[in-house]
């Protein structure tokens, strides 16, 4: 079975860390971009953070830039997405989601295939 399976999140107070994991069963991330998201019930779904398949071309969402960072290790076959200085605007369902390809063009133009069933970050004191 093809799935993707986000680890990582939880309850954390305002200005936390968390890391959260992105791996994948039944077939490999290596070669294609990643992308991170995140939703609240009842809101548009935001894309957080994007990375290619070499780490070359990284992209973030305003609202994260400098809290955010987005990293893969292909020797494990896993992307991260490391959060700092968290914000209760942070909660969310976090989702990664593979892409079609490796990310070739500009980052708003990847397409995703493959998505997680989410991992739930809550900031809260």
């Known amino acids: 079975q093809l799935q993707l399976v986000e680890s990582g999140g939880g309850l954390v107070q305002p200005g936390g860390s968390l890391r959260l994991s992105c791996a994948a069963s039944?077939?490999?991330?290596?070669?294609?971009?990643i992308g991170w998201f995140r939703q609240v019930p009842g809101m548009e779904r935001e894309g957080v953070a994007s990375?290619?398949?070499?780490?070359?071309?990284?992209n973030y969402a305003d609202s994260v830039k400098g809290r955010f960072t987005i990293s893969r290790d292909n020797a494990k076959d896993t992307v991260y997405l490391q959060m700092n200085s968290l914000k209760p605007e942070d909660t969310a369902t976090y989702y990664c989601?593979?892409?079609?390809?490796?990310?070739?063009?500009?980052?708003?133009?990847?397409?995703?295939?493959?998505w997680g069933q989410g991992t739930q970050v809550t900031v809260s004191s």
């Open positions: 989601a593979r892409g079609l390809n490796s990310g070739l063009g500009p980052p708003e133009s990847w397409v995703y295939m493959y």
């Open positions: 039944g077939f490999t991330l290596n070669n294609h971009a």
């Open positions: 990375i290619s398949s070499t780490s070359i071309s990284i």
